[in-house]
């Protein structure tokens, strides 16, 4: 069992930058793959990064490539997801997620967190 919390959303102009954070629970933490994914207003939830558990290789969206970077400490049970030259189309409710494979599909994620709010104004 993992429970994932994330922190860190608020609002921020355009161009500007958050660390969004999550802290998982469960002594299994640093078995799992980890990922971002974020879900807009009357959109579907969509990928946006994740990573190994090994912390080695990460993957990202083409829609955040080159401005968002995923780290994970598993020493601390730690995800993040630092995001840099925000976009008014980055404003969306941002999910931790854990799962034994991970990869772009959310469904093959086991455990979720309740998300964060990021706003970025134009």
């Known amino acids: 069992q993992v429970q994932l919390v994330e922190s860190g959303g608020g609002l921020v102009q355009t161009g500007g930058s958050l660390r969004l954070s999550c802290a998982a629970s469960?002594?299994?933490?640093?078995?799992?793959?980890m990922g971002w994914f974020r879900q807009a207003p009357g959109k579907e939830r969509v990928f946006v990064a994740r990573?190994?558990?090994?912390?080695?290789?990460?993957f990202y969206s083409d829609a955040v490539k080159g401005r968002f970077t995923i780290s994970r400490d598993n020493a601390k049970n730690m995800v993040y997801l630092q995001m840099n030259s925000l976009k008014p189309e980055d404003t969306a409710a941002y999910y931790c997620?854990?799962?034994?494979?991970?990869?772009?599909?959310?469904?093959?994620?086991?455990?979720w967190g309740q998300g964060t709010q990021v706003t970025v104004s134009s």
């Open positions: 997620a854990a799962g034994r494979w991970g990869g772009d599909d959310g469904a093959r994620y086991d455990y």
């Open positions: 469960g002594r299994t933490f640093s078995s799992y793959a």
């Open positions: 990573i190994r558990w090994s912390g080695g290789i990460a």
